[in-house]
């Protein structure tokens, strides 16, 4: 079970301003921990519509260690499930989208309409109810074409996410786009050591040579994303008002919204800082918009620019193993080959997650160290690295004093999660082109 005065002690004792402590980092039960009160509590970006285009399609994802199903019936509505039979617990849809009438568990072939409801189950007694074995359903939001699901049967406040973020992001039109291609990356890191340095470019001007040719990168006075009393954000503040676009910043307690300006003369987040692809996903034809950065926690960030949206998720998969998912969204009538090259439009995020993933297996070596000891953050580069580990201790000691965790059972009665395929039997990159997602049509 479970030692949850252990962790209330660590998280408690953490020194503000500081990073945490060793047992955090690498603890199996601070993992299992983290898989409920964390991951099981927020919201998380799983996806986009456009990887569900059509109705009568699902997009299955992994939540943790929870697998889930997005579902999109023939009226285009989004429905959310734990994708787990309800017989004797199989997966039903393997990681992927798909065009299903139903969904139909491998198992023994129990049949669910997409609204979840069982109907059919072979040779089942006269007593048993249907209507009683429907999916457990999951929460789910749309917001301008991107799908977010929460786990908990009380979800975080979403009211005011959808505010901020809507008006923003529904400018870069992510319904009319596709998926062009995506990838898995295993880091051997904690997830927090992930997210942390997905938080701070305190570390770029050296690890990411790439990065810096068109990502602006502030000196230590300034901070990362600074804007004040430069005159070139003033000039990109007029032109993205002539644009008709927002621009922020919303800093909310688990998200961050904001459009910045990329390095003079780039365009998109490319090697090179052109275009990746020639078809706009914005209206007009505006290219130089800058990026518009959102961000969430525990677990992700994206970055829209005028002609795509790339996305980031980190998800644990084991105390010292991280799956890093990225995808990258363009309009949906360009044409690979004409409109845009993969291997352009995905380059610098690939080389930067190979760097990143560097830069964490050497932190989590450092912090498994016997003379590892928390050290301070910058105030100034690493600040959203402090909000997202205030708000990780915040998260932590509020579900320990709720006593209860996401399915209503006290959480002192969780175990550790069983040990995964290791990372060394794994490539590097485990890469899927959008046209091998998509499965065949099943008739309903």
């Known amino acids: 079970m479970l030692d949850l005065e252990r962790i209330r002690a660590l998280v408690a004792g953490r020194r503000p301003g500081y990073s945490l402590p060793q047992a955090l980092y ?44 997005v579902t999109r019936d023939r009226e285009g509505i989004y429905r959310a499930f734990h994708n787990s039979c309800r ?32 109907v059919h189950a072979r040779h089942m007694q006269a007593s048993f109810d ?24 009380t979800p975080p406040s979403f009211a005011r996410f959808r505010e901020e973020l809507e008006p923003l992001l529904a400018p870069h039109r992510l319904e009319e786009a596709k998926l062009a291609f995506q990838n898995t990356l295993v880091e051997k890191g904690n997830w927090k050591l992930v997210m942390e340095n997905a938080r701070e470019c305190y570390h770029c001007g050296v690890g990411h040579p790439e990065l810096c040719l068109t990502f602006p990168i502030e000196d230590a006075s300034g ?14 503040a007029a032109r993205i008002a002539a644009a008709g676009l927002a621009r922020g910043p919303f800093i909310g307690p688990w998200w961050q919204v904001e459009r910045f300006p990329l390095n003079e003369g780039q365009l998109s987040l490319t090697i090179d800082g052109a275009l990746a692809c020639k078809k706009l996903m914005t209206a007009g034809d505006e290219e130089d918009i800058g990026s518009l950065r ?56 690939n080389v930067t997650n190979l760097q990143d993933r560097d830069l964490v297996e050497n932190n989590q070596r450092g912090v498994n160290s016997v003379g590892y000891l928390p050290g301070p953050y910058s105030e100034s580069d690493e600040s959203y690295v402090l909000r997202f580990i205030d708000w990780y201790c915040d998260k932590a000691l509020d579900y320990i004093a709720a006593g209860t965790g996401i399915d209503g ?30 499965s065949k049509a099943e008739p309903a």
């Not at 285009?53 to 299955?60: D, H, K, T």
């Not at 901070?223 to 990109?236: K, M, N, S, T």
């Not at 959480?411 to 998509?438: G, N, V, W, Y």
């Open 87 to 118: 017989h004797r617990g199989a997966q039903i849809c393997a990681e992927g989208a798909g065009a299903r009438g139903r969904l139909t568990c491998p198992y023994h072939q129990w049949v669910y309409d997409l609204d979840g409801k069982l």
């Open 223 to 236: 901070g990362h994303f600074a804007q004040d009393g430069d005159p070139r954000h003033d000039a990109f």
């Open 294 to 349: 959102w961000a969430i926690e525990p677990h992700s960030f994206c970055h829209s620019t005028a002609d795509t949206t790339v996305y980031f998720s980190a998800m644990p998969t084991a105390t010292g193993e991280t799956l890093v998912t990225c995808k990258w969204l363009v309009h949906k009538d360009a044409v690979e080959g004409i409109d845009y090259d993969v291997e352009h439009l995905t380059a610098l995020w």
């Open 130 to 153: 249907p209507a009683e074995h429907g999916l457990r359903p999951v929460h789910v939001q749309n917001v301008a074409g991107a799908l977010f699901v929460c786990l908990a049967q």
């Open 26 to 69: 690498n603890s199996p039960d601070v993992l299992a921990f983290d898989l409920d009160a964390i991951f099981g509590q927020s919201w998380i970006l799983v996806g986009f519509t456009c990887e569900i285009p059509q109705p009568r399609g699902y997009l299955a994802v992994t939540v943790g260690q929870s697998p889930v199903v």
């Open 409 to 438: 059972r006290p959480i002192a009665l969780r175990e550790p999660p069983p040990a995964t395929t290791p990372a060394e039997h794994m490539p590097a990159f485990a890469a899927k082109p959008a046209s091998d997602a998509q």
